[in-house]
C-alpha cells in the first residue's frame, strides 16, 4: 500500500513538472536600449520648459515637464517656420520632429463621398511629423549616402515610407504607426541622428531672431512672436 502511495505521489509530482514546462512563457517586458544619442532635447515656451523625447524614453533631469500632446502641433509649426526663417538649423529640426513622429498618436478617419474621392480615409499626424524631418535633410542633402543609408533604406524596410514619384520619399499618411514598430522606428531615427550631426551643411543657424524678424519691417513684431514661440536649449 505504501508502494502504490509513494507511486502515486511521483506520478501527481512529475505530471506537475510538465505542465508547468507546458505553459507559455510570459513575454519579458522590452528595455528600452541604450541609444547613441540623448533621448531628449529640451526647449523653452511661455516661460517654461519643456522635453521632448523619443518613444519609451523618460528625460531624467529636473525643472522640466514632457511636451504635452497639445502642443504636438505648435511645437510641429515653430520647427518647421523657424528652420524656414534661418534661425534653427535643419539638424535641430530634426530632432524635434523625428521625437515627435515616434510620439504622436494622434489621426483622424472617415469615409469621403465628395465627387474627387469617395471611399473609407485616415490622416495620422506621426507621418506628417516624420515626412517634414526627413524632407528638411534630404532638402539639404539631396540623395547623399548618409541619407539614403541611414533613412531612406531604413525606412523603407520598416514599410513607413514608399519610393516618391516626384520626391526621395513619400510617407503613408493613412498608416497608423503599429506599436510593434514603434521601438524600430526609434532605433532607425536615433542612429540617423547621431550620422547626420557630422554633416555641417546641417549644422548652420544663418540668422537671429531679430535678423529675421527685421527682413519684413511691416511684420516685424508679428514674425518675432511666430518665430520666438519656442526656443530650443543646447545644455
Given at each position: 500500500?505504501?508502494a502504490?502511495?509513494k ?5 501527481a509530482?512529475?505530471l506537475?513538472?510538465?505542465a508547468a514546462?507546458?505553459l ?5 517586458a ?11 532635447v529640451h526647449?523653452v515656451g ?10 519609451g ?7 522640466v515637464?514632457?511636451l504635452?500632446e497639445e ?6 509649426s515653430?520647427a518647421?517656420?523657424a528652420?524656414?526663417a534661418?534661425i534653427?538649423?535643419?539638424?535641430d529640426r ?7 513622429s515616434?510620439?504622436d498618436?494622434?489621426?483622424d478617419k472617415?469615409f469621403?463621398?465628395g ?7 485616415a490622416?495620422?499626424r506621426?507621418s506628417?511629423h516624420e515626412?517634414?524631418?526627413f524632407?528638411?535633410?534630404?532638402d539639404c542633402l539631396?540623395?547623399?549616402p548618409?541619407v539614403t543609408?541611414s ?5 523603407l524596410s520598416l ?10 520619399l513619400?510617407?503613408?499618411e493613412?498608416?497608423?504607426?503599429p ?6 522606428l ?5 542612429r540617423a ?8 551643411r ?6 537671429t531672431l531679430d ?7 511691416a511684420y ?6 511666430t518665430f ?8
Amino acid at each position: 500500500m505504501n508502494a502504490r502511495r509513494k507511486n502515486a505521489a511521483t506520478t501527481a509530482t512529475l505530471l506537475l513538472v510538465l505542465a508547468a514546462w507546458s505553459l507559455p512563457n510570459a513575454p519579458a517586458a522590452e528595455q528600452p536600449q541604450k541609444l547613441s544619442v540623448t533621448p531628449c532635447v529640451h526647449l523653452v515656451g511661455e516661460g517654461r520648459k519643456y522635453s521632448l523625447s523619443y518613444f519609451g524614453y523618460n528625460c531624467t533631469h529636473e525643472g522640466v515637464v514632457p511636451l504635452p500632446e497639445e502642443l504636438y502641433d505648435r511645437m510641429h509649426s515653430w520647427a518647421c517656420n523657424a528652420s524656414y526663417a534661418k534661425i534653427l538649423s535643419e539638424f535641430d529640426r530634426y530632432k524635434i520632429l523625428a521625437r515627435l513622429s515616434t510620439l504622436d498618436n494622434r489621426g483622424d478617419k472617415g469615409f469621403s463621398r465628395g465627387p474627387c474621392s469617395f471611399g473609407p480615409w485616415a490622416d495620422y499626424r506621426w507621418s506628417h511629423h516624420e515626412a517634414q524631418a526627413f524632407y528638411g535633410i534630404s532638402d539639404c542633402l539631396g540623395s547623399a549616402p548618409v541619407v539614403t543609408e541611414s533613412l531612406v533604406k531604413p525606412l523603407l524596410s520598416l514599410g513607413l515610407a514608399r519610393k516618391g514619384r516626384y520626391s526621395i520619399l513619400d510617407f503613408k499618411e493613412s498608416t497608423k504607426l503599429p506599436a510593434s514598430k514603434k521601438p524600430r522606428l526609434v532605433r532607425v531615427l536615433s542612429r540617423a541622428e547621431d550620422n547626420l550631426s557630422r554633416e555641417e551643411r546641417l549644422l548652420a543657424v544663418p540668422l537671429t531672431l531679430d535678423e529675421a524678424a527685421k527682413q519684413e519691417p511691416a511684420y516685424e513684431a508679428a514674425r518675432k512672436k511666430t518665430f520666438g514661440e519656442f526656443q530650443l536649449l543646447h545644455d
